[in-house]
């Protein structure tokens, strides 16, 4: 998941909590009168069809408000399977008629406004939570339930729905109705969310796919797969800047580090190299050992942005491993043991197929052709050029501008398995 934050106002949220997207559709996105039967009907089967949680969830309380059930807050918790995020939310409100999809990092456990907030007990332990907003008691229960009890409400709920892994999902519903919830309106909420909650297992199996794909295959390659091209020789051939990457010394720096000084390492020098790759719109195929192989997709970016981007993310990762030898973090070993880190990377333009390869049991979604071939061989040349950055021809031809024009030529250098000598250029 690449993280896109949105500006959170109106609302405001506690650290390590931020807003992935945002709709406003309002009442219009439900009809203007619903019976519980409509609400049953609608989760049986047009609710199947709607692919977005937040779209569903937005349209499912806008109807709930037009089947008068007296909620006027709603928030919606699943945990996931994800490196950086424990947990997405989902906030809908008709006061300000906002409905918000939010992410949570692994910060957020510790937070004070997870910890003392009672969906807290819920989440972890699997509670049902009543708080009746109306009495000092309720009131001063929690910062929350102060907030909630200044801004009119008089009840909130907070109950389990499955668990996921060691946690639990979770609704909470607030209300401002004089003396909280009809207890017929307790009844047919419970029966409508017993119906949502196979949808929400259904949404949490789907996300957590995603993530896992994402995570170990990139977007695109885990789109593709998750879209059906799972048997071995799909894929397309196509057109690409090929960028790969390569950490100067890795060997001589594993034989005199341990396991886990070695991989926290590694960890900064990917995290910097990603974020140079994924920020400019390119794709991150795998790590080998200390490399990275990546491809920024002429089909997707265009020719010229796509050779645009990747000397952009080229230029942007060295940067960044430049301001990590600068100033080290704390959580990397001793600097004299280590420091500075160097590294080259190459970029070549080319055809190279890009899908499923391996055995038939086991395979591996990746790019192969001449194209990858050459650049791992104009990589290897930063070395003895004494470069940090070099491309081929093809790539330049792409470029325009100072980007095309602020390149030093390197001359003609013949790369093993290729033919005849090809023009470097160095950036």
Same mark, same amino acid.
């Given at each position: 998941?690449?993280?896109?934050?949105?500006?959170?106002?109106?609302?405001?949220?506690? &650290?390590?909590?931020?807003?992935?997207?945002?709709?406003?559709?309002?009442?219009?996105?439900?009809?203007?009168?619903?019976?519980?039967?409509?609400?049953?009907?609608?989760?049986?089967?047009? +609710?199947?069809?709607?692919?977005?949680?937040?779209?569903?969830?937005?349209?499912?309380?806008?109807?709930?408000? +037009?089947?008068?059930?007296?909620?006027?807050?709603?928030?919606?918790?699943?945990?996931?399977?994800?490196?950086?995020?424990?947990?997405?939310?989902?906030?809908?409100?008709?006061?300000?008629?906002?409905?918000?999809?939010? +992410?949570?990092?692994?910060?957020?456990?510790?937070?004070?406004?997870?910890?003392?907030? &009672?969906?807290?007990?819920?989440?972890?332990?699997?509670?049902?939570?009543?708080?009746?907003?109306?009495?000092?008691?309720?009131?001063?229960?929690?910062?929350?339930?102060?907030?909630?009890?200044?801004?009119?409400?008089?009840?909130?709920?907070?109950?389990?729905?499955?668990?996921?892994?060691?946690?639990?999902?979770?609704?909470?519903?607030?209300?401002?109705? &004089?003396?909280?919830?009809?207890?017929?309106?307790?009844?047919?909420?419970?029966?409508?969310?017993?119906?949502?909650?196979?949808?929400?297992?259904?949404?949490?199996?789907?996300?957590?796919?995603?993530?896992?794909?994402?995570?170990?295959?990139? &977007?695109?390659?885990?789109?593709?797969?998750?879209?059906?091209?799972?048997?071995?020789?799909?894929?397309?051939?196509?057109?690409?800047?090929?960028?790969?990457?390569?950490?100067?010394?890795?060997?001589?720096?594993?034989?005199?580090?341990?396991?886990?000084?070695?991989?926290?390492?590694?960890?900064?020098?990917?995290?910097?190299?990603?974020?140079?790759?994924?920020?400019?719109?390119?794709?991150?195929?795998?790590?080998?050992?200390?490399?990275?192989?990546?491809?920024?997709?002429?089909?997707?970016?265009?020719?010229?942005?796509?050779?645009?981007?990747?000397?952009?993310?080229?230029?942007?990762?060295?940067?960044?491993?430049?301001?990590?030898?600068?100033?080290?973090?704390?959580?990397?070993?001793?600097?004299?043991?280590?420091?500075?880190?160097?590294?080259?990377?190459?970029?070549?333009?080319?055809?190279?197929?890009?899908?499923?390869?391996?055995?038939?049991?086991?395979?591996?979604?990746?790019?192969?052709?001449?194209?990858?071939?050459?650049?791992?061989?104009?990589?290897?040349?930063?070395?003895?050029?004494?470069?940090?950055?070099?491309?081929?021809?093809?790539?330049?031809?792409?470029?325009?501008?100072?980007?095309?024009?602020?390149?030093?030529?390197?001359?003609?250098?013949?790369?093993?398995?290729?033919?005849?000598?090809?023009?470097?250029?160095?950036?």
């Amino acid at each position: 998941m690449t993280r896109t934050v949105l500006d959170p106002a109106p609302r405001s949220y506690a &650290p390590h909590v931020y807003v992935l997207n945002r709709s406003e559709r309002g009442a219009a996105c439900a009809p203007d009168h619903q019976t519980i039967e409509d609400l049953h009907n609608w989760l049986l089967h047009e +609710a199947t069809r709607i692919d977005n949680v937040m779209l569903m969830f937005e349209e499912f309380m806008w109807r709930c408000k +037009a089947a008068d059930l007296g909620i006027d807050r709603c928030t919606l918790h699943m945990g996931t399977l994800h490196p950086r995020v424990i947990g997405f939310s989902w906030f809908w409100s008709s006061v300000d008629e906002l409905c918000d999809e939010i +992410a949570a990092d692994a910060g957020a456990v510790n937070e004070a406004a997870f910890t003392r907030n &009672p969906l807290y007990k819920v989440i972890m332990e699997g509670q049902m939570i009543r708080v009746d907003l109306e009495t000092e008691d309720g009131r001063t229960s929690s910062p929350l339930m102060e907030e909630l009890a200044d801004q009119g409400f008089t009840s909130y709920v907070a109950l389990p729905l499955s668990a996921s892994g060691k946690t639990f999902n979770a609704m909470t519903f607030g209300t401002t109705r &004089p003396g909280g919830f009809e207890t017929s309106d307790k009844e047919e909420i419970r029966r409508l969310i017993d119906l949502l909650a196979l949808h929400v297992e259904r949404h949490i199996v789907q996300r957590i796919a995603r993530n896992v794909a994402d995570t170990y295959l990139g &977007p695109i390659a885990g789109r593709r797969v998750l879209d059906g091209e799972i048997r071995r020789g799909d894929g397309e051939a196509i057109e690409a800047v090929v960028f790969m990457a390569d950490m100067r010394g890795f060997t001589q720096l594993a034989d005199r580090l341990s396991g886990p000084e070695v991989t926290a390492i590694l960890n900064a020098y990917f995290d910097r190299i990603s974020d140079a790759v994924l920020s400019q719109g390119g794709d991150i195929l795998k790590f080998m050992g200390d490399g990275v192989l990546a491809v920024f997709d002429q089909k997707v970016l265009g020719e010229g942005a796509a050779a645009t981007a990747a000397v952009k993310a080229a230029r942007k990762a060295l940067e960044a491993i430049e301001a990590l030898n600068d100033t080290p973090p704390d959580d990397l070993p001793e600097a004299d043991l280590w420091h500075p880190l160097k590294i080259g990377i190459g970029l070549h333009r080319g055809e190279v197929f890009f899908g499923n390869v391996g055995g038939e049991e086991r395979l591996d979604f990746t790019v192969i052709g001449r194209a990858v071939n050459e650049t791992s061989r104009v990589e290897s040349l930063c070395k003895p050029l004494g470069r940090e950055l070099l491309l081929t021809e093809p790539v330049r031809n792409a470029l325009a501008g100072d980007l095309k024009t602020s390149l030093n030529e390197m001359g003609e250098h013949a790369l093993r398995g290729v033919g005849k000598p090809v023009a470097i250029y160095s950036a």
